[in-house]
């Protein structure tokens, strides 16, 4: 070997441009680090592996003078080819799909068609490495392999035509991981979309779909329905329940539910054999069986304290004997009734009921009725000072505004289920007439509740 050689030129090239190379490719990959770029991990791929490959290469193959059929040598060329093989997919999958700005053709891409497009490129890479480093013959390997293809393809027909219109539709992108769909089978939010089957979270647990089936049936996605998801809800009343009175009541209900400030009314319309139909927005689907389980449940305590059947159900709770009891043990020591008071209240007296939340008192609105409270304990809030929170319990009353027809100072919620007895204004004011001092009693209460509303100035 001559000292003079080509051979010394390569090495002095390896000597100087590995070191040189290792710096600057460490240097860049800080940087992309540093700004959490995809590109960290080929730059890492490049300085790790195919810097130091390559300079093994170069040197057994030019300075070495190491003969390209020697096995050892054989193998570099393989581990160097398997590592370019690596970079090329990890900097594509990083310029092309990690990079993608969001919404663009490149970010629709499902992940399946990445991952056949990742295993073909694979398989070309492999084969070339076989045919030019080990000297394989693939030609008839990529025949068999067409000829299997078809046959595989003509026995499995149907099953390969599912996959492929269920892949079509991931293309299409109707929707993504976390919309909800609405289909024959299921509703509920998308978890997770694969090359076989769409995985649907529902209330009753994971509804797995094939992709096939989703490809041949109409759905619904419900998320991309606008801005505001728009739930309804069926409910079914006596027919003899007057479908005015039954509408006003639900719309009522919905809109004391908490829900989004819009200007979408709540819109409830009669569908004829007893049947109703409430629908209002929502700020997502995902909200729905919350908002539903709590309209139902307040529909159910409000359609009996008003009188209405809902489900053609007849409900009995406020009996004479109940309202004489509760006139005796509550109303009585509040108002300072006699007997003779107490059994003139009866048949102007109702017992009933409100649910966990419910709203028995709103502040800005004249309450009509005084309300007592039997069972159960209400929370009072203040507009302006909500610190002012107290609690009400068996004994204590609501709506005495309601002798002075002065709107409530605050709000009044169920902390659970509440029985109260309900009279009407007109018969607290033919009691109070009678009794100066209870009107007296009353009206400092009411100056007292107003000061613990409104708070310090």
Not at 23 to 43: C, D, M
Not at 84 to 107: C, E, I, M
Request: proline share 5%; hydrophobic share 50%; charged share 20%.
């Amino acid at each position: 070997m001559s000292f003079l050689g080509p051979w010394l030129y390569w090495a002095i090239g390896v000597a100087l441009g590995l070191p040189v190379g290792l710096i600057l490719f460490t240097e860049w990959h800080v940087a992309l680090v540093r700004k959490g770029s995809h590109l960290a991990r080929p730059v890492a791929l490049i300085r790790n592996y195919l810097l130091p490959l390559g300079a093994l290469l170069v040197l057994l193959a030019q300075v070495a003078g190491v003969p390209g059929q020697d096995p050892g040598l054989r193998v570099i060329y393989t581990a160097f080819g398997f590592m370019l093989l690596v970079l090329l997919l990890s900097g594509l999958d990083a310029t092309f799909f990690q990079s993608a700005p969001k919404g663009s053709w490149r970010n629709r891409v499902p992940t399946i068609f990445i991952d056949v497009a990742r295993f073909l490129l694979i398989g070309v890479g492999l084969a070339l490495i076989l045919s030019y480093v080990w000297g394989a013959k693939i030609g008839g390997l990529f025949t068999a392999l067409g000829v299997t293809s078809v046959v595989i393809g003509l026995m499995l027909q149907n099953s390969v035509g599912q996959i492929v219109s269920g892949l079509f539709m991931l293309f299409e992108q109707p929707f993504r991981i976390g919309d909800w769909l609405a289909t024959p089978a299921a509703r509920g939010r998308v978890v997770e979309v694969n090359w076989r089957a769409v995985h649907i979270s529902t209330t009753s647990g994971l509804q797995v779909t094939p992709n096939s089936v989703l490809a041949g049936t109409s759905f619904t996605n419900v998320s991309r329905a606008g801005d505001r998801y728009r739930a309804s809800i069926t409910t079914t009343f006596a027919v003899a329940d007057p479908p005015d009175r039954v509408c006003a009541l639900l719309s009522r209900v919905a809109e004391a539910l908490p829900l989004p400030s819009t200007d979408e009314a709540v819109v409830s319309v009669a569908l004829g054999g007893g049947e109703y139909r409430t629908t209002f927005a929502l700020d997502s689907p995902s909200e729905e069986s919350a908002a539903q389980a709590t309209f139902l449940r307040w529909l159910w305590y409000a359609a009996r304290r008003e009188g209405l059947h809902l489900d053609r159900a007849y409900d009995r709770f406020s009996t004479p004997e109940r309202v004489a009891d509760a006139l005796r043990t509550v109303v009585a020591p509040a108002l300072r009734l006699t007997d003779e008071d107490q059994q003139a209240l009866i048949p102007h007296a109702t017992v009933v009921r409100y649910g966990t939340d419910e709203v028995l008192e709103r502040a800005g609105v004249v309450p009509t009725a005084m309300t007592f409270l039997v069972e159960g304990s209400v929370r009072i809030s203040g507009v302006d000072a909500p610190s002012q929170d107290s609690t009400l319990r068996h004994g204590a009353f609501l709506g005495v505004t309601a002798l002075t027809r002065q709107a409530s100072q605050f709000d009044a919620h169920a902390l659970e289920e509440v029985t109260a007895v309900v009279i009407d204004r007109e018969r607290i004011e033919e009691l109070v007439i009678h009794k100066p001092m209870l009107l007296q009693e009353l009206g400092r209460i009411i100056d007292q509740r107003r000061s613990a509303s409104v708070g310090p100035r």
